[in-house]
């Protein structure tokens, strides 16, 4: 079986092979491209697709990695090679489907949070317009498509903000009030999502209250997010539902970053902040995927104050 390296390079010369012939005049290039929480290979044509008359140029990544998983699994080039130009076909189609909704005119109030864990992005957080909140920072999405089941986006680069005449501190305040309106913050207990959950699978009732007996409300772990439950830990960046969680508890809050898309809070008087990290150290190295994780931290929400500050000051190395 070949290695990475030998993969990588059998990639560069045989795949142009397996595209329709309407893209004959296409070469490959292969490049990093830096992703949250990590640098990945991937593949993409050349000549780009060009957005109308903006002067820029997409084309779909397809990633070596993740190709060459499917080969260690398949063992079968031949599959590998057809699958990633399929995907690549497909990428393009999806790609004219996106331009022509794309308004850069309108793009100011589609402007919207994320979160990103500061020390595994340092590379990334170069090239974009940014903010330091405690080890995270802040950075920003342009929302490009939203319906019931798929939101899509991308992240706001120098070059983008320079073409939408936003510098960091513009996007900020376009963010704070357009991430509200488009995902608006959701809290809910623990038992609630489990219920829901359970109605889902058909689950009768007299069955789920034996698995969601509720617990004392300041015993009780509560998600935050949105309503898409994407990039949703940047709920916790709108102080009003924690400070109304807290008075709900009458208790100082410990909050538990999740992953990128959720974080969970509990009363402080329910557990200490060093035992709660390590609890989420070991579910972001065994449940979350890489580019999900968020930090290895926990925060402290000082009802009284109304302020955010790390709890912990442990490891924050997410790989």
């Known amino acids: ?16 092979v397996y595209m329709p012939p309407e893209y004959a ?3 490959i290039g292969i490049q990093q491209v830096t ?5 990945v290979d991937c593949i993409n044509l050349i000549p780009m697709y060009n957005i109308g008359n903006t002067g820029h140029s997409v084309s779909p990544n397809i990633y070596i990695d993740t190709m060459y998983e499917h080969y260690k699994e398949c063992e079968d080039l031949h599959e590998v090679f057809q699958t990633a130009a399929d995907a690549m076909v497909h990428g393009f189609e999806g790609i004219t489907q996106i331009v022509q909704k794309l308004d850069f005119d309108t793009a100011k109030d589609n402007i919207i ?5 500061t020390k595994q992005n340092k590379e990334m957080l170069c090239g974009v317009p940014h903010r330091t909140f405690q080890d995270l920072s802040i950075i920003y999405r342009w929302k490009i498509e939203q319906d019931s089941n798929v939101t899509a986006s991308t992240i706001v680069h120098n070059g983008l903000a320079e073409k939408l005449k936003m510098d960091e ?10 991430t509200k309106r488009l995902l608006p913050p959701v809290v809910k207990n623990m038992y609630e999502i489990m219920h829901e959950l359970f109605v889902e699978q058909g689950m009768p009732e ?11 409300e300041d015993m009780c772990m509560y998600v935050i997010t949105n309503d898409m439950k994407y990039y949703g830990a940047a709920s916790m960046l709108y102080e009003n539902e ?3 969680l807290a008075e709900k508890l009458q208790s100082d809050l410990y909050i538990m970053p999740s992953s990128i898309h959720e974080i969970i809070a509990i009363s402080a008087n329910a557990g200490t902040p060093n035992v709660l990290a390590q609890m989420v150290a070991e579910i972001n190295m065994n449940e979350v995927s890489l580019e999900e994780r968020l930090s290895n931290q926990v925060y402290h929400y000082d009802k009284d104050l109304r302020i955010i500050s790390l709890a912990t000051d442990g490891t924050n190395d997410l790989a």
């Open 206 to 216: 007299e069955v789920i209250s034996m698995y969601t007996e509720d617990l004392p």
């Open 242 to 244: 924690l400070h109304n």
């Open 169 to 178: 501190e513009s996007l900020f305040a376009a963010a704070m009030v357009n």
């Open 25 to 27: 005049n296409c070469s």
């Open 35 to 39: 992703k949250v929480n990590r640098t």
């Open 113 to 117: 949070f994320q979160l990103v864990n």
């Open 1 to 16: 079986m070949m290695n990475y390296k030998m993969f990588k390079q059998m990639v560069k010369d045989r795949f142009p």
